[in-house]
């Protein structure tokens, strides 16, 4: 397992630990009561594809990563295990976990990006109707969890019949360090389960599914203390079995309160694998068909909605070992500050993974449109960022258009905000105001908050973000580049229809 560990010089005061468990690794922080993040460590764990669209993790894997950046940390001596009073999680959504009556998984759990399920998506679209989206808010999506638990009852009987409960995978992970099995409302309403007005299980869906109303886990707030650690995880991690284990949120919950997204008027631009576009929602009434994810959010109460490209750092990922493997992307982006905005005419669409939002296609692919010998390889990369940033602005129109929210300022987090000259496309194809913060630590300190929140550090979330989170600098748009991108998202926004058909006839020739 690769691992990294960061250690400050610290002083003697209470601290949380933020534990981010993403797809890909999981990482831990050590804040203090001043916001001040003074120690980190991360373990890395593989992803499983047993067949083409399967994608799996082993969940072992997840508690093994998290103790031993756990034990990293208290090794390092830089804080006293009595000095840590919680801890708290955040975690990919939509995973599924399947555990019997000893709380032992059935299976390798399922993850987001498993696309194994459209048979079993168009079959709650059958069964529920209308109350997709009158009641839980959203579409019947291949990640969501409820289609997963669908097809592991078609699938495998036999592995089924032996599950009493199913977690998340922060819940899970919760749930071997404390011995409680609950799931925070977050996570839960990304399973397809959760009805939003309630803010409860929806025995209707089970009912009309035929699943086990009791396969649901009880429900807790984020900020709920779920247990303390175990004797057990004590004994390997080095922490008191006196730490306070509070509930967490969901990754892009977690996310928001991480980059101080908890007031009207704000949105939140993730550049990671994928891309998110996230708006807070002070309730829970406003009515997007669909047309984005609609949870609830760490904050009491309170909702966020979001938008996802399902290729966003993906595409420039690909776009980078495909054409310039041996390049850094600092070397391989240095020049795109020089070429004008709209790239001379080239249009890039990052449909390379098929799309979500606003199109949910899983037959589309990417394209460059307009090339001409003029076109040189730093208008492919820059045109490659502005269609990344096209994308996500799709689900800031419908933000706009739908949901009638005016977006004043967005925070920009991920690879998006690591490049200036990306930085200020995002202000000009946005036409808001661009926030970077001084140190982004995303999920991972959103879950240190809900600690802190849970140790009852602050009064309010408002109060502990003004303490946790530091803005760093502002992009605003320049009115020319506006109007020029106005005109090519113009264009691009036609681009999924033309291109449509011509996708699905290329289908059997992948």
């Known amino acids: 397992m690769i691992k990294k560990f960061k250690a400050y010089v610290s002083s003697h005061m209470k601290y949380v630990l933020g534990v981010d468990l993403g797809t890909s690794a999981v990482k831990v922080i050590l804040v203090n009561q001043k916001g001040e993040i003074k120690g980190e460590a991360t373990r890395e764990y593989p992803l499983s594809h047993p067949a083409p669209g399967f994608s799996e993790q082993n969940a072992e894997d997840w508690v093994t990563g998290t103790l031993q950046s756990i034990k990293e940390i208290m090794d390092s001596g830089i804080v006293d295990a009595t000095d840590i009073e919680g801890l708290s999680f955040s975690g990919q959504m939509h995973g599924l976990v399947l555990i019997d009556e000893k709380g032992t998984p059935l299976r390798p759990a399922i993850l987001w990006n498993d696309v194994r399920t459209t048979a079993q998506c168009r079959q709650i679209e059958a069964a529920l109707g209308d109350e997709l989206y009158d009641s839980l808010k959203n579409k019947a999506l291949e ?61 209707s869906v089970c ?42 949120g969901a990754d892009n919950a977690a996310g928001a309160l991480g980059a101080g997204n908890i007031a009207d008027g704000i949105g939140v631009c993730s550049i990671g694998t994928s891309g998110v576009f996230s708006a807070f929602e002070a309730t829970g009434d406003q009515d997007y068909k669909g047309a984005l994810q609609y949870h609830s959010h760490s904050v009491p109460g309170a909702y966020y909605v979001m938008g996802v490209t399902l290729a966003a750092g993906n595409a420039m990922n690909w776009f980078k070992s495909t054409f310039a493997a041996d390049q850094s992307f600092a070397d391989m982006l240095a020049n795109v500050g020089i070429i004008k905005p709209g790239s001379n005419g080239l249009i890039f669409t990052p449909y390379i993974a098929g799309e979500r939002t ?50 004043n300022k967005i925070i920009s987090i991920g690879g998006g905000a690591k490049n200036e000259d990306w930085l200020q496309m995002q202000a000009d194809i946005f036409n808001t105001t661009i926030v970077k913060l001084t140190s982004e630590q995303g999920p991972a300190l959103g879950s240190a908050i ?24 502002e992009f605003t748009p320049i009115p020319e580049n506006v109007a020029v991108y106005e005109e090519a998202y113009h264009v691009y926004t036609q681009v999924y229809d033309q291109t449509k058909e011509l996708n699905e006839q290329l289908h059997p020739l992948r």
């Open 143 to 203: 990640g969501f969890t409820l289609p997963k638990i669908l097809w592991v009852k078609e699938n495998e009987p036999e592995v089924f019949a032996k599950a009493v409960k199913f977690l998340l995978p922060k819940d899970y992970l919760s749930y071997r360090l404390t011995g409680a099995i609950a799931m925070e409302v977050s996570d839960a309403s990304g399973t397809l389960l959760f009805d939003m007005a309630s803010a409860s299980w929806s025995q």
């Open 207 to 248: 009912e009309k599914l035929d699943i086990n109303f009791d396969l649901c886990p009880p429900l807790v707030q984020s900020i709920d203390q779920v247990g303390t650690i175990l004797p057990e995880i004590a004994a390997t991690t080095g922490l008191s079995t006196e730490t306070k284990v509070f509930a967490g």
């Open 358 to 407: 606003p199109h949910v296609d899983p037959l589309i692919r990417g394209s460059f449109i307009g090339m001409s010998a003029t076109h040189t390889f730093d208008h492919f990369a820059r045109s490659v960022m502005e269609g990344i940033t096209f994308s996500l602005r799709d689900s800031l129109e419908i933000l706009r258009t739908v949901g009638k929210k005016e977006i």
């Open 450 to 473: 809900i600690a802190a929140m849970g140790c009852e550090w602050f009064d309010s979330f408002e109060a502990c973000t003004d303490a946790f989170i530091g803005y760093e600098k």
